[in-house]
């Protein structure tokens, strides 16, 4: 058997390396000249790093990621809404990561290129068009300049190439495209003094705008550390989605400014990071509806050209590298086209309802709904909004993710 992997992103390139471990042959075929180092931080959750840890990347996932130890909830105000420990610490078998999205698709990559070899990443290859008949998919791809440069053949085709897919537009040619509800995500990263444990994330904030910060990676002295931070706030009003090339570009203070007033965060001075930062990124809170189907005969769908969703709750990056185990597995067992239809029904139900979850703020509406109860405060979180309340919206979001621990499922 022999697999097209379109986009070289983390869940394409995941499912290269559960393919190669399960003795399926496969190629990535990405349309950037060179897959580089972009982004900024992100968490990766146990049941997502348990899928890693089983290809091997353990060892190379700590050398450059932080293990969460803790994360906190916090009104604008900066008290304490909930708390809980993460990964190892709240029962896990493997840690949570806080990492450079960059770092984590190098690491992939570079197993990738060890196990598979290069001929096996092709960069430069934008895919123009495609087609499948009973005894396999045909693919062809131009570079950059539009020239049609490579033809390939395979069983099957896996669009693993992001919310602006060019395999899912192919297969829903009418959708049109994704739907913004007007807020924005700014994020940044820099070296900063630790706080707390040096391994604690702290989200706080309202219904209007939210406050992010974690550490990342190890800074140049034991007293710093890589430390990311992201607001999400108001900026349009949803009437039209941002054109694609806005998707990723340098933000503004005087659109920043507004949506960080107002904030408290006591543990560590979250405005001076943000105004130290030189140069942070804009991205529209943007996502599609759940689709009905994924698989079309021998071509399916995968990570962000599945199901793409707001980044809340830490779950895209996770949720590919569950969707390529899954249909690594329904590969290794059956024939292409009964697999990928096995794959579609394990992973589009639970996918769908996250999407969903996440349109209502996912775990971080805990925040929303005590700010609706008590907007001014409180003396005593539990007079506002129960410890039942709050962990059946924080810990049932986790239970629907598939990322509860043993035990603390709501």
């Not at 950037?32 to 982004?39: K, W």
């Not at 503004?252 to 130290?276: F, S, Y």
């Not at 029904?345 to 703020?361: F, H, Q, Y």
Request: hydrophobic share 45%; aromatic share 6%.
């Amino acid at each position: 058997m022999k697999a097209i992997i379109v986009g070289g992103g983390i869940g394409g390139l995941t499912t290269a390396l559960m393919l190669d471990a399960r003795g399926i042959d496969c190629a990535v075929y990405e349309q950037t000249a060179a897959i580089q180092e972009l982004g900024v931080g992100i968490n990766v959750l146990p049941h997502a790093i348990r899928e890693l840890a089983a290809v091997g990347l353990m060892e190379r996932l700590d050398e450059v990621a932080i293990r969460t130890y803790e994360l906190f909830y916090l009104n604008r105000h900066g008290q304490e809404v909930w708390r809980e420990p993460r990964g190892l610490d709240a029962g896990h078998d493997v840690p949570q990561f806080s990492i450079h999205r960059g770092r984590l698709q190098s690491v992939i990559l570079e197993a990738v290129l060890e196990r598979l070899g290069p001929a096996h990443v092709r960069t430069d290859r934008r895919l123009i068009a495609f087609a499948q008949d009973a005894a396999g998919v045909t693919a062809q791809f131009s570079d950059r300049s539009g020239a049609a440069v490579e033809t390939a053949q395979a069983d099957i085709l896996i669009g693993a190439d992001g919310i602006h897919s060019v395999v899912r537009r192919e297969l829903y040619p009418d959708e049109g495209g994704p739907i913004w509800n007007g807020l924005v995500l700014w994020r940044g990263a820099r070296e900063w003094p630790r706080f707390l444990t040096g391994r604690s994330m702290v989200i706080a904030g309202g219904l209007a705008s939210k406050m992010v910060v974690y550490p990342i990676a190890d800074g140049s002295t034991s007293e710093t550390a890589l430390t990311n931070w992201a607001v999400i706030g108001k900026l349009g009003d949803a009437a039209s989605v941002p054109a694609r090339e806005n998707w990723s570009r340098p933000g503004r203070w005087e659109d920043l400014a507004p949506n960080c007033a107002g904030i408290t965060m006591p543990h560590v001075d979250i405005h001076a990071l943000i105004r130290a930062t030189e140069t942070f990124w804009e991205y529209p809170l943007s996502d599609r509806d759940p689709l009905p189907r994924w698989s079309h005969g021998r071509v399916t769908l995968l990570g962000d050209a599945a199901h793409p969703m707001y980044p809340v709750g830490s779950n895209g990056a996770s949720q590919a590298i569950l969707d390529a185990r899954s249909l690594a597995d329904q590969l290794a067992k059956t024939d292409p086209v009964a697999a990928l239809t096995a794959y579609e029904a394990e992973r589009l139900p639970m996918t769908a309802d996250i999407v969903r979850s996440n349109r209502k703020g996912g775990p971080e509406g805990v925040i929303d709904v005590v700010e609706e109860l008590a907007p001014d405060g409180f003396a005593d979180v539990e007079a506002v909004l129960s410890y039942a309340e709050r962990e059946a919206i924080v810990r049932g979001y986790a239970q629907r993710a598939g990322f509860a621990a043993k035990g603390r499922a709501a």
